[in-house]
């Protein structure tokens, strides 16, 4: 079995890379809810952006 970056991640357990959640840094894709699902699961985690043009339309929650 080989191991998708979701599940090194899961297992490295340091950091979220969002673009493992969805997102796409293309200038034109909305990418509102991956960067919250990434957000959300680095939870005391660093979160990874990688270089891009990130489109975030709605707002996108941080912390508690």
């Known amino acids: 079995m080989s191991l998708?970056?979701?599940t090194y991640a899961m297992i490295d357990?340091?950091?979220v890379n969002i673009v493992d959640?969805?997102?796409v840094?293309?200038?034109t894709t909305n990418?509102?809810?991956?960067f919250q699902a990434a957000i959300n699961a680095a939870?005391?985690?660093t979160l990874y952006i990688p270089?891009?043009?990130y489109v975030i339309l709605?707002?996108?929650t941080l912390g508690d």
Do not use: F, L
């Not at 990418?31 to 991956?34: D, E, L, V």
């Open 4 to 6: 998708t970056k979701v």
């Open 13 to 15: 357990e340091t950091y």
């Open 21 to 23: 959640y969805g997102a």
């Open 25 to 27: 840094g293309d200038g």
């Open 31 to 34: 990418n509102s809810a991956a």
């Open 43 to 45: 939870q005391g985690k």
């Open 51 to 53: 270089a891009g043009e």
């Open 58 to 60: 709605t707002a996108v």
